[in-house]
């Protein structure tokens, strides 16, 4: 019962001052931003979640960057819709859509939703920006904030709780 309400203050201390470098912080904070700006429930989100977590990155930055770019996506969806839209009606591009359509898993993939071809656009354009503010930011600010957060006893203890929990001494 304490890891159920421990686990997300633990996530949050561990993308904020964990032990990962900042290129790993980056990669998975830009990772779950392409997460959270695509529409849920389809194969395009499902396979960019899994490189999330596969990958040796940061998943705590990631999954940080899926709750927040979540709510910001909503913004960029009547952007999004004209950018697909644009897209999919696109001459040249057309047969290509139709043959992703055409394969087994086309359809599950989501690519011929304007909405999530266009916040896959979007996303694809700002990863790069978005990671190297990351990284410029984790860079700057981690050591500064690890000191400053593990003066506290309390955050010491939630950072070395789960490991107690997991040892059976809830």
């Known amino acids: 019962m304490l890891t159920l309400f421990l686990r997300p203050v633990r996530m949050l201390l561990q993308a904020l001052i964990g032990n990962d470098t900042p ?4 990669w998975g904070f830009s990772l779950g931003m392409m997460v959270g700006l695509l529409p849920k429930g389809n194969l395009t989100a499902i396979a960019i979640a899994m490189v999330l977590c596969s990958l040796r990155v940061n998943r705590a ?3 940080l960057a899926i709750a927040i770019f979540s709510y910001v996506g909503a913004f960029f969806d009547d952007t999004a819709h004209r ?4 897209l999919l009606t696109s001459p040249t591009l057309q047969p290509m859509f ?3 359509y055409d394969k087994p898993l086309g359809p599950f993939s989501g ?3 304007t909405a999530v071809l ?3 656009f979007i996303g694809l354009y700002l990863f790069y920006p978005v990671y190297r503010a990351a990284r410029v930011t984790t860079t700057y600010l981690r050591p500064r904030l690890q000191h400053y957060l593990m003066r506290y006893k309390l955050v010491r203890w939630i950072m070395g709780a789960e490991i107690g929990a997991q040892w059976g001494l809830e």
């Not at 290129?23 to 980056?26: C, D, E, I």
């Not at 950018?83 to 644009?86: A, E, R, T, V, Y």
């Open 23 to 26: 290129r790993q912080t980056a």
């Open 61 to 63: 930055a990631g999954f």
């Open 83 to 86: 950018l697909g839209s644009l």
């Open 98 to 100: 139709a043959a992703i």
């Open 111 to 113: 690519l011929n939703n």
């Open 118 to 120: 266009g916040q896959l």
